[in-house]
């Protein structure tokens, strides 16, 4: 239920901001950062959390998830610097 409910809000949030920002003809969508998928996070790593095991130790989930996080951001950042990168020169 929380990943349908992250997936949800992740595709409401593109959708208002294609429909509300994005240029007619445009590749990507325009207007979109970061802080408006936390909610989307938050669901995912609790959702994450709640399918290990009850008799598991989940006293490194969140040094597990901080890392799965981590490399997300920065692949993220990759790719947008890679877009963004066309319209410096």
């Known amino acids: 239920m929380l990943a349908a ?3 949800a809000n992740v595709a409401l949030i593109l959708l208002a901001f294609y429909v509300g920002f994005t240029p007619v003809g ?3 969508i325009t207007g979109v950062q970061g802080r408006y998928f936390l909610l989307a996070a938050g669901l995912t790593y609790l959702g ?15 040094v597990v998830l901080l890392v799965m ?4 951001t920065l692949r993220v950042s990759v790719a947008a610097l890679g877009i963004y990168s066309a319209n410096w020169h």
Do not use: E, K, Y
Not at 50 to 62: F, I, N, T
Not at 69 to 72: A, I, S
């Open 69 to 72: 996080c981590g490399l997300l």
């Open 48 to 62: 994450a959390i709640s399918l290990l095991p009850a008799w598991r130790d989940r006293s490194q989930v969140g």
């Open 5 to 7: 409910i992250a997936i």
């Open 26 to 28: 445009s590749s990507i």
